[in-house]
């Protein structure tokens, strides 16, 4: 049976009653977006599909010192997933500067014009990834894994949309499909700018890929690809993982 919480260093996250529990793979793309500079000046970011409300609340943990006091918006479709959002957002140290709102990312979008155009400087999302495979039984699971609710060309459009000028998308995916969202991104005026292939292992085919897209104008003359590797061959942690996930993990 899987725990029905999560233990952080400054934070919890409670996943009883959530499908999708906390994983290596999202901690991981947590802690890589919460490294990036760029999220050093965001004064706004939101976070499509959050679940459990993990990437939100290690963002906000990591722009605690901020001057600009960022400002972090969850958005979920699922209700059980939402209230668990809701109640570890509050039981966190940054609850004033996290905001839950239950709803499609389709729909919040369409009302951008009630809240005056809001947009953002950073978008990140885990998202669902399964397309032709057959569906669970669980509805939560088939809302938090297939892509069925939310098409990933529908998701970039949202992205898009959301974006500030040269705003920062950052997406966590499948190895086998990274093309396929770089392709529908450079088609909703978002550029890759950087690439990390992720292993669980060196010996390992890669399984997840982290990617971050900008919208600008401006070409991108260099996209930045890397490996990342997340257990040596004992099955301990590489110093990379170690390093990245300290201020998060418990025991590291």
């Avoid at 885990?126 to 529908?154: M, R, V, Y």
Wanted: proline share 4%; aromatic share 10%.
């Amino acid at each position: 049976m899987a725990n029905t919480y999560f233990q952080f260093k400054e934070f919890i996250v409670h996943q009883e009653h959530t499908a999708m529990k906390v994983c290596t793979d999202a901690c991981l793309f947590g802690a890589w977006v919460a490294n990036d500079p760029a999220l050093t000046k965001a004064n706004s970011i939101i976070d499509i599909g959050t679940g459990t409300g993990l990437l939100s609340l290690m963002l906000a943990q990591a722009t605690v010192s901020n001057t600009n006091a960022t400002k972090i918006t969850a958005i979920e479709i699922e209700p059980n997933a939402a209230a668990e959002a809701a109640s570890n957002f509050k039981a966190s140290p940054w609850s004033e500067r996290l905001n839950l709102i239950k709803d499609s990312i389709q729909n919040f979008t369409q009302n951008t014009s009630t809240r005056n155009g809001e947009k953002f400087d950073c978008v990140i999302s885990n998202p669902p990834f399964f397309e032709g495979d057959l569906h669970s039984p669980d509805h939560q699971k088939n809302l938090a894994s297939h892509s069925t609710a939310l098409p990933w060309q529908i998701l970039v459009e949202q992205v898009s949309q959301l974006l500030n000028q040269d705003g920062f998308y950052y997406v966590l995916i499948p190895a086998l499909r990274a093309y396929t969202m770089q392709k529908l991104a450079t088609q909703n005026e978002l550029q890759l700018v950087e690439e990390v292939v992720v292993f669980n292992a060196a010996k390992q085919m890669p399984f997840r890929v982290m990617q971050k897209f900008i919208k600008s104008t401006n070409q991108v003359t260099e996209i930045k690809r890397t490996n990342f590797i997340i257990k040596e061959a004992d099955n301990k942690y590489t110093q990379n993982f170690t390093q990245l996930l300290a201020p998060y993990y418990l025991h590291l």
